[in-house]
C-alpha cells in the first residue's frame, strides 16, 4: 500500500469526528481503548501455543461453558482498557454473570456489551476466532446505572463492530455510515483501511449452517438446505457448504462473498444458541449497515427488546435475496 493511500484508524476515526460536529472526543476514546485492547489480545492469541495459556481454566461461565484462559484473558483486557478511558459507564461481557459498572464513571454515557473472545472452542486448533462489540448510549444519565439501561433494543446501537484473529488481524465496524475494514500491519502495528465501504451482494452461493442439528431444525430450514444442495446450473445450485464454527469468520466471508449464515431455532433450543446483546445484534447492524438481512426468523435482529443481559436468538444473517428465501419457507412449511 503505497504511503499517500495509507490511512490508519487514528486518521479515520479523526475525519470521523469531523464530520459530527457535536462530537465530543468520548466516542473515539472508546474506540482508542478497544483498539488497544485488540492489539493486546492478538499478541496473546499469537503466541497462545507457545505460552501455557491454552487449555482450560477451572471457571465457567454463565453460558456454563469450561472458560478458556485466553477467554478470561481478552475479558480482563478489554474491561481493564475500557474502564481506564474514562468514557465507559457499563460493561456488558459473555464471560460476565452481571453487568460491569466502572467504579468512578457513574456519570458517563456510554455502554459497551461485548463478546470478548468469540469462537473460543477454535482456540486449541488454530481456526479463527474474534471480539465483538456494540455501543450503546445510557438512556437516562440522571440516575445510577442499572441493567435495565442496558436492555436496549439493537437498533439503538451507537457503533457495532468485530476484531477477526484470523491469517490476519482486521477490525470491521460501523457507525451507522457504512461498513469499512481495517488491517493490521504488524510492522507499524496500526489498523490501516483495507475494505472502505463494504457490501454485501444481495445474492450468493454459500451457506453456512451446523448440519448436524439438522435433525433438530424447524421444517422450512430443512427444506431450504435441500434446495440449496440440489444440482440447478440456472441458479448457480448446489450452493458450497462452509462452516467454520466462528460466527464471526463465517459471517465476514459471506458478507465479503455473498452467503446466509443459519443458527435455526430448535424444539429444544426454541432461542438457538447465539447471544442478543453481544453476537447477534452486533452483527445485525454491521450486515444491514453492508446492505444485507438479519432476522430471528420470526422478526428484525434489532427490533428484538432484550428482558435479560444473555438471551439467545434464532440468527438468520446475510444476503437479502437469501435471508428472504428462508423466511418464505419457515412461513410455508413450519417454524419453531
Ligand atoms: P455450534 C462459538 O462457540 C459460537 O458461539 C459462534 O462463534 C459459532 O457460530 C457457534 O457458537 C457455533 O456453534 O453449535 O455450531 O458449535
Not at 482450560?56 to 475500557?82: C, H, P, Y
Not at 447477534?280 to 454491521?286: E, G, H, S
Not at 419457507?329 to 419453531?336: I, M, P, V, W, Y
Request: net charge negative; aromatic share 8%.
Amino acid at each position: 500500500m503505497s504511503m499517500n493511500r495509507l490511512v490508519t484508524l487514528e486518521q479515520f476515526i479523526v475525519d470521523q469526528q469531523s464530520i459530527h460536529k457535536e462530537a465530543t472526543g468520548a466516542f473515539s476514546r472508546i474506540f482508542r481503548a478497544l483498539e488497544l485492547g485488540a492489539k493486546m489480545v492478538n499478541r496473546d492469541v499469537r503466541k497462545a501455543g507457545l505460552v501455557d495459556i491454552l487449555g482450560e481454566m477451572a471457571s465457567v461461565n454463565v453460558q456454563g461453558e469450561v472458560q478458556k484462559k485466553l477467554d478470561v484473558i481478552a475479558d480482563d483486557t478489554f474491561t481493564r482498557v475500557l474502564s481506564r478511558c474514562g468514557e465507559v459507564c457499563t460493561i456488558i461481557s459473555e464471560e460476565q454473570d452481571d453487568a460491569y459498572f466502572v467504579p468512578g464513571c457513574e456519570d458517563k454515557e456510554y455502554i459497551v456489551s461485548m463478546d470478548p473472545l468469540d469462537g473460543s472452542s477454535n482456540i486449541d486448533v488454530n481456526a479463527s476466532i474474534g471480539t465483538i462489540f456494540s455501543i450503546y448510549r445510557r438512556t437516562n444519565t440522571a440516575v445510577p446505572p442499572s441493567v435495565e439501561d442496558c436492555l436496549q433494543p439493537g437498533i439503538n446501537q451507537l457503533a457495532a463492530g468485530y476484531f477477526l484473529y484470523g491469517t490476519s488481524t482486521m477490525l470491521i465496524y460501523t457507525t451507522g455510515n457504512g461498513v469499512n475494514g481495517f488491517t493490521l500491519d504488524d510492522s507499524l502495528q496500526e489498523f490501516c483501511l483495507s475494505h472502505e465501504n463494504i457490501c454485501i451482494p444481495e445474492n450468493g452461493k454459500i451457506f453456512s449452517v451446523n448440519e448436524g442439528n439438522l435433525s433438530d431444525f424447524p421444517p422450512g430450514v430443512v427444506s431450504y438446505i435441500s434446495w440449496c444442495k440440489e444440482k440447478d446450473k440456472s441458479t448457480n445450485r448446489p450452493y458450497s457448504a462452509r462452516y467454520i464454527g466462528s460466527l464471526i469468520a463465517d459471517v465476514h466471508r459471506n458478507m465479503l462473498r455473498g452467503g446466509i449464515f443459519l443458527y435455526p431455532a430448535t424444539e429444544n433450543k426454541p432461542d438457538g444458541k447465539l447471544r442478543l446483546m453481544y453476537e447477534c445484534n452486533t452483527m445485525a447492524f454491521l450486515i444491514e449497515q453492508a446492505g444485507g438481512m438479519a432476522h430471528t426468523g420470526k422478526q428484525r435482529v434489532m427490533e428484538v427488546m432484550p428482558t435479560e443481559l444473555h438471551q439467545r436468538v434464532p440468527l438468520y444473517i446475510g444476503s437479502t435475496h437469501m435471508v428472504e428465501q428462508v423466511l418464505g419457507l419457515l412461513e410455508t412449511e413450519g417454524n419453531f
